[in-house]
């Protein structure tokens, strides 16, 4: 099993800036690929960034690539999205999830084994 806990949400405006924080805990060394995914209300969760801890290699959606950057210490099964140049379409529940398979596309939430409680982000305009 394993334990994805998020940190660093919170209330900013347009233009500003925030780092979430994902620490995993329990057995990490099953871990492949963690990704941030966020939901806002009435809307489908969708991917926003992931970590191929195989090759170290992130990915971003479309809608945020160039604002959002993924990074990681695998010493403290961290990973973290710093996110800049924010949007009030970037508002959202932002959740970590983790699996230990590498051999599927990113994005499919379905694909994930581990999910944290998410973390609020709200931008304002």
């Known amino acids: 099993q394993v334990q994805l806990v998020e940190s660093g949400g919170g209330s900013v405006q347009a233009g500003g800036s925030l780092r979430l924080s994902c620490a995993a805990s329990?057995?990490?060394?099953?871990?492949?690929?963690m990704t941030w995914f966020r939901q806002d209300a009435g809307k489908e969760r969708e991917g926003v960034a992931s970590?191929?801890?195989?090759?170290?290699?992130?990915a971003y959606a479309d809608s945020v690539k160039g604002r959002f950057t993924v990074s990681q210490d695998r010493g403290r099964n961290t990973i973290y999205i710093q996110m800049s140049s924010l949007k009030p379409e970037d508002t959202g529940m932002y959740y970590c999830?983790?699996?230990?398979?590498?051999?599927?596309?990113?994005?499919?939430?379905?694909?994930?084994?581990?999910w944290g409680q998410g973390t609020q982000v709200t931008v304002s305009s």
């Open positions: 970590y191929w801890f195989g090759g170290d290699l992130s």
């Open positions: 999830a983790a699996r230990g398979s590498s051999s599927r596309p990113w994005w499919p939430s379905s694909s994930y084994d581990y």
């Open positions: 329990g057995n990490t060394n099953s871990i492949v690929r």
